[in-house]
């Protein structure tokens, strides 16, 4: 291991993927090679739906369950939608919140996710929040702007002393299940942006505690490459977390 400043923390995203049988297998095969994981942190985003069970399997390992998606009230008629305290129920510890395809795909808006970040928090939910520039913001050079505005939508209602529960995923919405990954130093310039951003909201100590993981088209050729830059404190993994095979490698990304 290197001398690194944050534990490395690699998640899993199912996204809509996998069944019941198959989600089971895949946390028993991962638990099995996790032993007692003091070395990294490593989640998985479950579709909700299967939350219950999964975690089941999960537990008494060092792996984390966590949902894709949360809503900020407690309860009331939001159909389709989840409480925090719902995923706590049944058996989550973590959740997603901003991911890309819920800003773009179902129109989830800038001002929803302060509530999120504060709902998640409160009841002890870790949350892992991403951002992301689309490749037309890039091309317009406007990624840190993008970058800080979400920042700032995320982290309006955060606390100093929430800093060590809340991790950061910067994944290009032009790197997710495209097969295209950012550069080793397009990944560690947005990371770096990121994290002065953190510093200037929450000061340094609080925003060093602040893990930032990239996301996008992550493979087991590409992990150990992306975590030597010391600014990527972790891996957010779509496609290759749906396989022991391609999830394993990632996760021991320093062991081959
Ligand atoms: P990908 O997805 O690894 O399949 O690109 C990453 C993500 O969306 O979290």
């Known amino acids: ?17 996998l069944d019941r049988a198959h989600s089971l297998d895949l946390v028993k095969t991962v638990k099995g090679r996790l032993g ?11 579709p909700s739906i299967y939350l219950a069970d999964v975690s ?10 966590g949902g894709q998606n949360v809503w900020y ?6 159909t389709g ?20 395809e819920r800003r773009h795909l179902f129109r989830e808006l800038d001002e929803w996710m302060a509530k999120k970040m504060r709902a998640a928090l409160d009841v002890d939910l870790l949350p892992i929040y991403c951002v992301g520039e689309t490749l ?8 840190d702007r993008v970058l800080k505005k979400q920042l700032e939508s995320g982290f309006e209602r ?10 950061v995923a910067y994944e290009p919405v032009w790197a997710i299940g495209t097969g295209e990954t950012a550069t080793t130093d397009q990944a560690d310039q947005a990371h770096r942006t990121i994290r002065k951003w953190l510093a200037g909201k929450l000061g340094d100590e609080a925003a060093n505690l602040i893990r930032i993981l990239y996301g996008g088209s992550v493979k087991p050729d590409n992990a150990k490459e992306l975590m030597a830059v010391e600014s990527v404190d ?10 022991a095979e391609t999830f394993l490698p990632i996760i021991e990304y320093d062991k081959n």
């Open 81 to 100: 939608e989840l409480a925090p305290r719902m995923l706590r129920e049944v058996g989550a510890d973590r959740v997603l919140i901003g991911h890309s």
């Open 234 to 243: 972790g891996l957010l993994v779509g496609g290759a977390s749906l396989k």
């Open 36 to 46: 007692d994981g003091g070395d990294r942190e490593v989640g998985f985003f479950v």
């Open 158 to 167: 955060v606390k100093v002393e929430d800093a060590h529960r809340i991790t």
């Open 56 to 65: 089941a399997v999960a537990q008494g390992s060092p792996l984390g369950v």
């Open 73 to 78: 009230e407690d309860s009331g008629a939001c």
């Open 1 to 17: 291991m290197t001398n690194r400043a944050r534990k490395p923390y690699i998640a899993g995203n199912w996204k809509m993927n």
């Open 136 to 143: 037309d913001e890039r091309k317009g050079n406007k990624t």
